[in-house]
């Protein structure tokens, strides 16, 4: 079987791992304090702020700008459902917005057209590691003095005009196992604001900077040391990583190019992507995909139900109609694009989709 991800764990990070428990000091000590510089400065961003995973991140990024009861923040409502659910943590509204057609991100037009008196923030998310259009929003963030906030679990390294996501203000990311690196789970916030930094490590620490001296409400949101040596190790590597999954990624475009019924990934022009997913629009996705499966090559639909559908936000009465969310949510494939993919994976990969598609588009 040829999985969809495959995390890129070697003897270095077994080695730091042991190195940390041989030492004693497991949570939050000199190693998350390294992390949180090595981090920041790769993004960069003035200050890292370490926690315990990627949605804990996009919590206390809301909390931490004072977003709450009253507010309304636009987000993407095709993504994972923590993005708007870390909206409904701090007592705001998720306020949906529909994507383009083409990189699955958030439509700036569509943002516009749901900014209200109560609207405080942009959640921007950078779907599958292709950078959002980050101009766009930032023009509308100044000009109704919203702030904005970038959801970048999938962007590890990708940039716009060659600035890192994560440079443009106060960003979140995830180091989930599938991620283009990984901490096996944790989460890191960036900003360039001191004063975003001091409340988000007052946040993710109970309210304390002093030990028993709590100064208000938190939580405990932190990141262990052993987290933190896996990712110094694994942000040593993550360029280079990226670079494969991007050579990966031209190898199967060129390969499925002109086959009737199937979209490769769109890269807009100044955009870095870093292809977290490899996604394509196919007709008969659901056909093509147990086709693939027969064949022992991993997919992954990502997302099949977009956010304002859930259950539990239709519960909440959401109605939204947002028609490229939806359609996206029924056409989107993810093939594998990871790094340790070898050639003839690669090329697997393509002659079965390709043999499949026009099947599946002939029948």
Same mark, same amino acid.
């Given at each position: 079987? =040829?999985? =969809?991800?495959?995390?890129?764990?070697?003897?270095?990070?077994?080695?730091?791992?042991?190195? #940390?428990?041989?030492?004693?000091?497991?949570?939050?000590?000199?190693?998350?304090?390294?992390?949180?510089?090595?981090?920041? /400065?790769?993004?960069?961003?003035?200050?890292? #702020?370490?926690?315990?995973?990627?949605?804990?991140? +996009?919590? #206390?990024?809301?909390?931490?700008?004072?977003?709450?009861?009253?507010h309304e923040v636009i987000t993407s409502p095709f993504?994972?459902?923590?993005?708007?659910?870390?909206?409904?943590?701090?007592g705001a509204t998720p306020v949906f917005a529909d994507i383009g057609a083409d990189t699955f991100n958030l439509d700036p037009d569509s943002v516009a057209a749901h900014i209200t008196e109560r609207t405080r923030a942009i959640l921007a998310v950078h779907l599958f590691g292709h950078p959002?259009?980050?101009?766009?929003?930032?023009?509308?963030?100044r000009a109704h003095d919203l702030v904005l906030i970038e959801d970048a679990c999938q962007a590890h390294g990708a940039q716009l005009d060659g600035l890192p996501m994560g440079s443009w203000g106060t960003a979140c990311y995830s180091f989930y196992p599938t991620k283009?690196?990984?901490?096996?789970? /944790? /989460?890191?916030?960036?900003?360039?604001?001191?004063? =975003?930094?001091?409340?988000?490590? +007052?946040?993710? &620490?109970?309210?304390?900077?002093?030990?028993?001296?709590?100064?208000s409400l938190g939580y405990n949101l932190r990141m262990t040391d052993l987290q933190a040596a896996i990712g110094l190790i694994q942000l040593e590597s993550v360029d280079a990583w990226n670079e494969q999954r991007r050579r990966n990624a031209d190898r199967l475009t060129a390969g499925l190019a002109g086959i009737p019924g199937l979209t490769t990934p769109t890269v807009r022009p100044r955009a870095k992507h870093v292809f977290h997913q490899y996604t394509i629009r196919v007709q008969a996705r659901d056909d093509v995909r147990?086709?693939?499966?027969? &064949? /022992?090559?991993?997919?992954?639909?990502?997302?099949?139900?977009?956010?304002?559908?859930?259950?539990?936000?239709?519960? +909440?009465?959401?109605?939204?109609?947002?028609?490229?969310a939806e359609r996206a949510s029924r056409e989107v494939l993810s093939l594998p694009v990871h790094p340790s993919l070898t050639a003839d994976e690669l090329d697997q990969i393509i002659a079965a989709l390709s043999r499949i598609t026009l099947q599946a588009v002939s029948a």
């Open positions: 079987m =040829i999985p =969809i991800a495959r995390p890129q764990i070697g003897e270095r990070e077994k080695a730091a791992v042991l190195e #940390v428990l041989d030492s004693g000091q497991l949570a939050q000590g000199p190693r998350v304090r390294a992390f949180e510089e090595h981090f920041s /400065g790769w993004v960069g961003a003035d200050f890292g #702020v370490a926690v315990s995973n990627g949605t804990a991140s +996009l919590h #206390v990024a809301l909390l931490a700008h004072g977003i709450g009861p009253g993504t994972f459902v923590a993005s708007a659910n870390s909206i409904l943590f701090v959002c259009d980050m101009e766009g929003l930032a023009e509308l963030a283009n690196m990984t901490t096996a789970e /944790g /989460g890191m916030l960036t900003t360039n604001d001191p004063e =975003i930094a001091d409340r988000a490590r +007052l946040l993710r &620490e109970h309210g304390s900077r002093e030990r028993y001296l709590h100064e147990e086709a693939l499966t027969q &064949e /022992g090559i991993g997919t992954g639909i990502y997302y099949p139900i977009p956010v304002h559908q859930q259950p539990f936000y239709t519960g +909440l009465g959401y109605r939204d109609k947002l028609p490229e």
